[in-house]
């Protein structure tokens, strides 16, 4: 197991992926950093705990198969054809960038059937509340 941190811009901002490589599988979590961290700012972030949240965050990520690379040389009309079905099937993107994806699809699903607990409870406790109040009011209290 090895892993593998790379700081890059996107465009907005400056983000920092940490990559975890096991067993021919990769998982990854990234940090946004915003402006361009310095020296001193990169050093404190990876002796901090923020770097610490990071690996956890990776080690808790749904693992993605890293990309194999072929041994024998192929001929490069034919290489050129698998390229290109390769690219129409699974799209443009590291092994990090998919792992990355997977982990913001895995984390918005447990949102959304954690807000769907909560609306449950919310919607029974104002049921109750309500057939509280309607027996009072039947009482004549």
Do not use: C
């Amino acid at each position: 197991m090895h892993g593998v941190f790379t700081l890059y811009h996107d465009g907005r901002f400056w983000v920092g992926v940490y990559e975890i490589h096991e067993d021919g599988l990769v998982r990854a979590a990234r940090h946004i950093f915003g402006s361009e961290p310095t020296n001193a700012e990169l050093a404190v972030f990876a002796a901090g705990r923020d770097f610490a949240r990071l690996a956890d965050e990776a080690r808790a990520a749904p693992p993605v198969p890293a990309e194999q690379r072929p041994t024998a040389r192929l001929n490069a009309k034919r290489l050129a054809k698998q390229a290109k079905k390769a690219q129409a099937d699974e799209g443009i993107g590291t092994a990090a960038q998919r792992a990355l994806r997977d982990a913001v699809t895995h984390h918005a699903a447990e949102n959304k059937a954690a807000r769907k607990r909560r609306a449950a409870t919310e919607a029974t406790r104002r049921r109750t509340l309500a057939r509280a109040k309607a027996r009072a009011k039947h009482r004549g209290h």
